[in-house]
């Protein structure tokens, strides 16, 4: 099955460590996203990549690092600069929109919930 | 003021009941539309995709757009338990454009 995954699931930081969040899609989508979700405050965009070697900062990326290697994975890695790590982190991906496929609709994973302890 | 506004709820309604979900918003380009579902500790997941102004019903579900009141609704007749979960509206400009979402609003039907 064509999906997107996400790991670990749940993972606990110390304050000053560097965490990486992994995520793999095999749906042979050219764009990738992460988002941050908080309570009442819906999902905000922290990076995304159009094509492979190149990414682009959303609107909230201070203190997450990001690569793209490979087509199919989109690590995050949140690093101790990060204030107020403790969130849910969704990885997404979609074609890249184009007259003819229309708007780009996300796929998104399942999730990681990181705590800072 | 954010771009999209969304009731956050939480709401609860007994089963059977139509369920109105609304998001407003500020820019009159969106010209895109969407609703999420996301049930808890999983991600969201695209129920309706709308492009410009109308309505659009798949099954039980009914998305509506009017773009003169800059405002979008999600109506679920005759809801169930498994409808519970969050929904939440998002739209772009372009189509290549960046996704806004709105806060989310949290579904609870009773049996």
């Known amino acids: 099955d064509g999906g997107i995954t996400q790991s670990p699931k749940y993972l606990f930081r110390k304050e000053g460590q560097n965490v990486t969040l992994s995520c793999e899609q095999n749906l042979n989508h050219d764009a990738m996203y992460w988002y941050r979700q908080d309570p009442g405050q819906g999902l905000r965009l922290i990076y995304y990549s159009q094509i492979v070697n190149d990414f682009q900062k959303g609107d909230i990326a201070e203190g997450y690092s990001v690569s793209r290697e490979k087509k199919e994975s989109f690590p995050l890695t949140v690093t101790s600069a990060q204030k107020n790590p403790t969130a849910f982190y969704l990885c997404?991906?979609?074609?890249?929109?184009?007259?003819?496929?229309?708007?780009?609709?996300?796929?998104f994973g399942a999730g990681s919930r990181l705590t800072v302890l | 003021q954010k771009e999209v506004e969304q009731d956050p709820g939480p709401l609860s309604v007994p089963e059977g009941a139509i369920v109105s979900l609304n998001c407003t918003y500020s820019n009159s380009a969106f010209q895109y539309f969407m609703w999420y579902r996301q049930y808890s500790r999983k991600g969201p997941e695209l129920l309706m995709y709308?492009?410009?102004?109308g309505n659009k019903e798949d099954g039980r579900f009914t998305a509506q757009v009017d773009k003169s009141s800059k405002y979008i609704s999600l109506f679920i007749r005759d809801s169930q338990p498994s409808d519970s979960a969050t929904y939440l509206c998002?739209?772009?400009?372009?189509?290549?454009?960046?996704?806004?979402f709105g806060q989310g609003t949290e579904l609870s039907v009773k049996p």
């Open positions: 998002a739209m772009k400009y372009n189509q290549g454009g960046k996704l806004i």
């Open positions: 997404a991906s979609s074609m890249v929109a184009t007259p003819r496929s229309g708007a780009n609709v996300l796929t």
């Open positions: 709308t492009y410009s102004s």
